[in-house]
Nanobody, 121 residues
Framework: QVQLVESGGGLVQPGGSLRLSCAASGSIFSIAGMGWYRQAPGKERELVAVITSGGSTNYADSVKGRFTITRDNAKNTVYLQMNSLKPEDAAVYYC???????????????WGQGTQVTVSS
């Protein structure tokens, strides 16, 4: 009963910027880690960036210095600011969140539907 709704994907020129948003809704008591993954055609899904509830972050080496992940715990929302975009960044980007639906329950992983990011002239 938890949904992750993504927005912000689209077409951008090389060197441009996009900001992705992902809002979690439904039965939510607590959210631990949130993050972004991406999958390009013919490639495996890869981790882009993750952020803990306390704000600690990790990034794929390929996006360090260009992408920034943030979250707003009050809104159950995670963001990915993508700058200096390259053609190799083009992929479907998926939001992920580990959600605790009720106090004492196990955390369960949820995924968004994916949003397309295209980097092209």
């Amino acid at each position: 009963q938890v949904q992750l709704v993504e927005s912000g994907g689209g077409l951008v020129q090389p060197g441009g910027s996009l900001r992705l948003s992902c809002a979690a809704s439904g039965s939510i008591f607590s959210i631990a880690g949130m993050g972004w993954y991406r999958q390009a055609p013919g490639k495996e899904r890869e981790l882009v960036a993750v952020i803990t509830s306390g704000g600690s972050t990790n990034y794929a080496d390929s996006v360090k210095g260009r992408f920034t992940i943030t979250r707003d715990n009050a809104k159950n929302t995670v963001y990915l600011q993508m700058n200096s975009l390259k053609p190799e960044d083009a992929a479907v980007y998926y939001c992920h969140a580990d959600v605790q639906a009720r106090s004492g329950y196990l955390y369960y992983p949820y995924w968004g539907q994916g949003t397309q990011v295209t980097v092209s002239s």
